[in-house]
């Protein structure tokens, strides 16, 4: 893979198996460069957070994010590759000319000026792009001198180009809502309840595939769909800034968003859907994606004001208001306390972070890891309290003003933020005959189907069999998982019989540095750690007997994706291929 400029931007250059393909170069979702990812059967994965595309179409085959690459004609002529670019993909002449390599060439296509050409050279081969124009109509901002087409860089000015591409992303075709228009109708064909990454992504993917019929998605939540793994790491984003789609999306695409509407009572038997308000909706097929609650504390004074869980924009919102230049105390030394805690510390006066077990991340990152975590903390002068619980929290004038530990130390505290687990938002469903567990979660197949016919269910208020773990059955609550999910359940709503076989893929960012990790890694009994845990750079790779469960990295780019990607091919990686430091396994085909 190459990422080649152009002139007038970028574009990823691949070949593999002997074909060239051209695609947008950045990651839809956060922009990461696809150059640095891994090409492995037909597709390529983003370094950062896993997200996979079709190099033959662009288009997003695993999650996260919503939007594809856009895809750019090859032409081969002569050794020189030549990249189509057509005006209807919205392709942006730019940058500036000054400083362009000697090895940078312009040629027109023909008298009257129907195309232009732009190119570089990469590896023996000339690469181009054509820009399709209308007869003596130049792409926007392009002059030429005399009005005519020359044959040289002169042509273009050296200054006042437009911008360069600026699309890094693809909206798939979306099929347009044919119903009329139905207000407050009491029926509905699909109905989803959880406006999260399961729900949306369930609504898109009708879209995508062509169901025209009516969809209504429902939320608790006061915004539209937004994304909500942001909250914990910039937790003074405004909702506007968090917004997955804006409003005019769901407009076009006749996709009814309900927000501040709380489901009470789900009948099956008569497909219909009550909510606190009276309100009744009838379905032909139901997603269930309430998603989970966090959990309170249980201790005295756990009504002093102050004290909060992150859940909303607007709870975010709060805790930095609160902590600026106060003191700051975070219970739970999970990804969600511990994001938060490194953002409050250029925030808050002091951050306090009081855990039940000896390392940060110990049962999900392992021992080792996690003090390596805690050190990087302590030195952003963050202070814990480990092994202790919190037993009181006391208050002045009813705000917290200390929090007290079973270990008898005494923090003082302005705010609070509760980072310790969830539990599935299920309640509503203990009447119905939908099956719950033990534990309130909902038991799908590997169809995301409930036991009931027609009601599906997906996200983190969901266990399903993960493949690639011989079908366990697992509760997976992150980001990309709920995508995956939201997909298969689409499709099967439209009798497709897709299966979940995505492997789950997570990340964190904290002072700066990203985490990334991948697999199932729950019940692992060793860590083999490779690279330099003090500096930060390394990677862990979580065995249970002889077989890799699960990888993390630190500064350790892309090799999380690399894991990944082989343990989606259904390969499994032994522990002896880990151990002795030779990564060549890893290495992928294409170039």
């Not at 997906?458 to 995956?484: C, E, S, Y």
Request: glycine share 10%.
């Amino acid at each position: 893979m190459r990422e080649v400029e152009l002139g007038w931007g970028k574009v990823l250059l691949v070949k593999d198996n002997g074909e060239f393909h051209a695609l947008g170069h950045k990651c839809p979702h956060y922009g990461a460069p696809l150059v640095k990812g891994v090409l492995s059967r037909g597709r390529v994965r983003c370094p950062w957070h896993g997200a996979c595309f079709n190099i033959g179409t662009g288009d997003l085959e695993d999650f996260p994010g919503l939007d594809s690459l856009h895809k750019f004609q090859v032409k081969i002529e002569k050794e020189k590759v030549y990249v189509r670019a057509s005006k209807q993909v919205r392709v942006w002449l730019g940058a500036q000319a000054k400083g362009r390599s000697e090895e940078s060439f312009l040629a027109w296509g023909s008298a009257c000026a129907k195309a232009l050409w732009l190119g570089n050279r990469v590896k023996g081969y000339v690469v181009g792009v054509r820009l399709d124009c209308s007869s003596r109509t130049w792409p926007a901002g392009m002059m030429a001198q005399g009005g005519c087409p020359g044959p040289a860089p002169s042509c273009l000015p050296l200054s006042g180009h437009p911008q360069a591409l600026q699309l890094q992303r693809r909206t798939k075709v979306m099929a347009k809502c044919i119903s009329p228009s139905a207000g407050h109708s009491s029926s509905t064909n699909v109905l989803i309840v959880g406006a999260g990454a399961a729900g949306l992504v369930c609504a898109e993917t009708l879209r995508q595939e062509g169901f025209s019929d009516r969809i209504v998605l429902c939320t608790l939540d006061r915004h539209l769909p937004y994304d909500r793994p942001k909250l914990s790491k910039s937790l003074d984003a405004q909702p506007e800034q968090l917004a997955l789609r804006p409003k005019e999306f769901f407009r076009a695409y006749g996709i009814e968003v309900l927000t501040e509407a709380q489901v009470v009572t789900v009948d099956v038997r008569n497909k219909k859907v009550v909510f606190k308000d009276g309100f009744k909706l009838e379905y032909s097929k139901l997603l269930l994606a309430p998603g989970s609650s966090p959990k309170t504390l249980s201790c005295k004074g756990k009504e002093v004001e102050n004290v909060f869980t992150i859940r909303t924009p607007e709870d975010a919102n709060r805790v930095v208001r609160l902590a600026r230049g106060r003191n700051a105390v975070v219970v739970g030394a999970g990804f969600l306390g511990m994001e938060v805690a490194a953002y409050l510390t250029e925030k808050a006066h002091s951050v306090s972070v009081v855990e039940l077990e000896e390392t940060p991340f110990r049962r999900f990152l392992g021992e080792r890891v996690g003090r390596a975590l805690m050190k990087m903390f302590e030195n952003n002068r963050v202070k814990f309290y480990m092994q202790t619980e919190v037993s009181e929290l006391r208050a002045q004038e009813g705000k917290l003003k200390e929090v007290v530990l079973k270990s008898s130390k005494v923090v003082r505290a302005d705010v609070c933020v509760v980072g310790i687990g969830a539990v599935p938002a299920t309640g509503f469903l203990r009447q119905s005959s939908i099956n719950l567990d033990s534990r309130g979660f909902i038991p799908v197949n590997k169809m995301m189907q409930t036991n009931v016919p027609g009601v599906f269910a997906a996200g983190d208020a969901v266990t399903f069999p993960l493949a690639w773990r011989n079908n366990r059955k697992v509760n997976i609550p992150h980001w990309q998982m709920a995508h995956a999910q939201g997909r298969v359940a689409a499709q099967n709503m439209l009798a497709q019989e897709a299966e979940i076989s995505t492997v789950p893929y997570l990340w964190t960012a904290m002072f700066g540095k990203s985490l990334r990790y991948a697999g199932y890694g729950e019940g692992f009994d060793d860590v083999i750690i490779q690279g330099d845990l003090e500096d930060l750079k390394f990677v862990a790779f979580y065995t249970k007997g002889d077989e890799v469960i699960a990888v993390a990295s630190m500064n350790y780019d892309p090799i999380v994706s690399k894991v990944a990607e082989v343990l989606a091919s259904g390969r499994a990686i032994r522990k002896r291929e880990v151990e002795t430091g030779d990564m060549s396994w890893l290495t992928g085909k294409g170039s």
